[in-house]
Antibody
């Protein structure tokens, strides 16, 4: 059974950097079939895909256009973790953040429990 | 504003069927067969219930079914049960640039 355990701060101030870590068990961040994504959901809105990383013959990382300048997603193969760093946060980044396993076609088959992140001004 | 449009609410009585729509464009739902649906129960993470329009992951009952016509996808829940009460989100692959887009969610109430 896959488990995705999130850790990170729940409260930040504008302009700070958000760092989240997703501890993966029951699968490998280096899996050659899985795709590991970060998705967030703001209050009263639908989910928003932020970016993904996956390993095939090498590591691939892709970001949504809106996140490209502020977001870094990195795999930690030593600890089987997935990390997120979002710089220069603003109150609009307030959301529940999810670490998610997926596969082809933008399908997300396993979501960890989300982490609520609040950004104050 | 979410990229895919869903009605904010839907309802039905136990045993009835309810259908939830999800409207996109020719760049997402209309272009690809990769439409997925997720169920979010209160206090829980979203759960995949349909992918590739009408494929069910292991363990999802066949009361859940999906379809797609042009740029609109639909989720039908048959034989409504009390524990089907949840928010349902649709998503679609949207090509290399956008990758995936989501709907705003439909809150299903079992009367």
């Amino acid at each position: 059974q896959v488990q995705l355990q999130l850790s990170g701060p729940g409260l930040l101030k504008s302009s700070q950097t958000l760092s989240l870590t997703c501890a993966i068990s029951g699968d490998s961040v280096s899996s050659d079939t899985a795709v590991w994504s970060w998705i967030r959901q703001s209050p009263s809105r639908g989910p928003e895909w932020l970016g993904r990383t996956y390993y095939r013959d090498k590591w691939y990382t892709e970001y949504s256009v809106s996140m490209r300048t502020r977001l870094v997603i990195m795999p930690d193969t030593s600890n089987n973790h997935l990390s997120l760093r979002l710089s220069s946060v603003i109150p609009g980044d307030t959301a529940e953040y999810f670490c998610v396993r997926g596969f082809y076609g933008g399908v997300f088959d396993f979501w960890g429990q989300g982490a609520l992140v609040t950004v104050s001004s | 504003q979410s990229a895919l449009t869903q009605p904010p609410s839907a309802s039905g009585s136990p045993g009835q069927s309810v259908t939830i729509s999800c409207t996109g464009t020719s760049s997402d739902i209309g272009a690809y067969h990769y439409v997925s649906w997720y169920q979010r129960l209160p206090g829980r993470a979203p759960k995949l219930i349909l992918y590739e329009v009408n494929e069910r992951p292991s363990g999802v009952p066949d009361r859940f079914s999906g379809s797609r016509s042009d740029s609109t996808a639909s989720l039908t829940v048959s034989g409504l049960q009390a524990d089907d009460e949840a928010i349902y989100y649709c998503s679609s692959y949207a090509g290399v640039d956008k990758f995936v887009v989501f709907g705003g969610g439909t809150k299903l109430t079992v009367l």
